[in-house]
């Protein structure tokens, strides 16, 4: 036993150590910031003694893809995520970050979340970005990510054009400087422009940079539908061809998809992880899927801007084009199913979130492709905050994706706070509550995988794909980042009508060795920092 005396011990809990071990019984000191010793503790000094008997004690859950970028600079609480166990986020994922940018007004162009009237904050690198993140108080440790749309903008701006060799030289040096700045890997967002248009030629040159300094490229890719196969092969052939690590984000394949698809695609992701790609993915643990409504419009019709493309969805001719595109992000959107849809995120008509579109569409006596554009004018110069979810994937094919050892489970969502400047605002349905959504439906219930497994995928697995050496597993030495739960009650609580409600059976929570949430209040304590790369 160690002689030392502790600032926390949290005593007799069923320890889960994040690396797929059974659960065992045991008490863990805290000093400072670190794990000292993991034991029997029992005539040991401590400040402070827990007793967790009965509940799970786990590394804190670390997120591997969230769009927190804006939404911590205005509350770095992240309220939504610490009442759930997240301790950690990986934020600038599907190819947006927040910086680089050129001019302080591309932030709000660029902001997922944007809140307009939020402190005034101002940065141009990716370093001076992560200063003033840093400068926040955060109630999670934030990892940030460099993304392709973001590195894009600063070079060629609102040109809608794809660049030419010399100006991929020049994203090139920027992810390179975004990286030597602490940018812990590098994202695309090949179904978004500009990531829709760029061709591996675009892409890769950025990727050898993320592979000479070993990060990880993580990519959203262009199609999960009728082109399933050819977007992951472009995942694969870009990431060999630059020798770098690749994370697939929330690989599901969508409605649209045939119904080998998943079985096809893993089976893809097997034979390159045969023969060496470093090659894992993730999932979000449900069957709804959310994006920007802007991802609906064609390329032409972004050109010039937003109060450009007000006009243009004033025109009538215009929108009988729109409606013609064949490439609507979403198959449901060009097979006019309505009734799978539902607004996300509005700023202008909160009284319509959690509503069907074929419902408001009816309400309001109108077709609901002309509904869609009505919105967009409305929420007018917001019109990127715009979201919408359609329950687009299957659950069979979760499941099949929580069956492979490899993938891990996300949010894809920001993180928020049930008041303050972010009160009204939803990232995605399961934002309060993912973590409990995947233990309870797919551990619990479902019976998919182990309890210790479901820990690994959302502790050890995503460090290791992060290259995070010191969290993500309990052991000595380890940074104190730790949730306590009570594995049979644990549950999700929010509905499609009502995303913002808080999870239950989550007891306790550590970041860096401080308490956040104790006895199942959240504290004060926001002890969180900003993980730059490269990791120690
Ligand atoms: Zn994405």
Redesign the pocket.
């Known amino acids: 036993m160690s002689k030392n005396s502790f600032d926390t011990v949290l005593e007799n809990g069923t320890v889960y150590d994040g690396t797929g071990n059974p659960g065992s019984v045991a008490d863990i000191g805290i000093v400072g910031d670190r794990i000292e010793h993991i034991g029997n503790l029992k005539d040991a000094d401590s400040a402070q003694r827990i007793n967790v008997q009965g509940l799970a004690v786990s590394p804190g859950f670390i997120d591997l893809?969230t769009h927190s970028d804006f939404t911590l600079i205005v509350d770095g609480s992240a309220e939504s995520q610490v009442h759930q166990g997240v301790t950690t986020e990986v934020i600038g994922?599907?190819g947006h970050s927040v910086a680089p940018v050129c001019h302080h007004d591309d932030i709000a162009k660029r902001a997922i979340g944007y809140v307009g009237d939020s402190k005034d904050k101002r940065w141009k690198s990716f370093a001076e970005y992560l200063d003033t993140l840093e400068a926040e108080p955060l109630g999670v440790n934030v990892a940030a990510f460099v993304g392709h749309g973001t590195i894009h903008h600063a070079v060629m701006g609102d040109d809608l054009r794809l660049p030419e060799p010399e100006e991929v030289d020049q994203m090139a040096l920027l992810v390179e400087q975004s990286i030597e700045e602490g940018a812990a890997g590098f994202s695309t967002?090949l179904?978004y422009w500009p990531g829709s248009q760029s061709t591996p030629d675009h892409i890769e040159p950025l990727c050898q940079v993320a592979a000479k300094h070993d990060r990880l490229y993580a990519t959203?890719v262009r199609n999960r539908d009728r082109y399933y196969d050819l977007g992951f092969g472009e995942a694969m052939a870009t990431a060999r061809s630059a020798g770098c690590r690749l994370q697939i984000?929330?690989i599901q394949p969508k409605y649209g998809a045939p119904d080998y698809a998943m079985e096809h695609t893993l089976e893809m992701v097997h034979t390159n992880r045969g023969y060496g790609l470093d090659v894992a993915f993730d999932v979000i643990p449900h069957d709804w899927n959310h994006?920007l409504i802007m991802a609906i419009l064609p390329k032409w019709a972004l050109e010039g801007g937003v109060e450009k493309i007000i006009e243009r969805l004033k025109d009538k001719a215009c929108r009988e084009r729109i409606k013609k595109n064949r490439n609507p992000m979403w198959l449901l959107v060009a097979d006019r199913i309505w009734d799978k849809i539902v607004l996300l995120n509005s700023i202008e008509n909160v009284d319509l979130i959690g509503e069907k579109f074929s419902d408001i569409a009816r309400m309001r006596g109108i077709d609901a492709y002309d509904l869609v554009f009505d919105l967009l004018l409305e929420e007018g110069a917001a019109m990127y905050q715009l979201l919408w979810t359609s329950n687009s994937f299957s659950q069979a094919d979760l499941q099949l994706c929580l069956e492979q050892n490899e993938c891990a489970v996300i949010s894809?969502t920001l993180a928020l706070a049930p008041y303050g400047p972010l009160e009204k605002k939803v990232g995605s349905l399961s934002g309060y509550g993912w973590t409990p959504e995947f233990l309870n439906k797919y551990v619990n219930e479902k019976k998919i995988i182990s309890i210790e497994e479901g820990i690994r995928r959302m502790t050890s697995l995503p460090a290791q794909r992060l290259g995070v050496k010191d969290r993500g597993i309990l052991k000595e030495n380890m940074k104190a980042d730790i949730v306590v739960f009570d594995t049979s009650s644990i549950r999700s609580t929010w509905t499609v009508k009502e995303p913002r409600s808080y999870p239950k059976g989550i007891e306790h929570v550590f970041v860096n060795g401080r308490q956040s949430i104790s006895a199942g209040k959240r504290t004060r304590v926001n002890n969180g920092t900003v993980l730059r790369a490269p990791f120690a």
């Open positions: 893809h994922q599907c967002g179904e959203h984000s929330h994006t894809d």
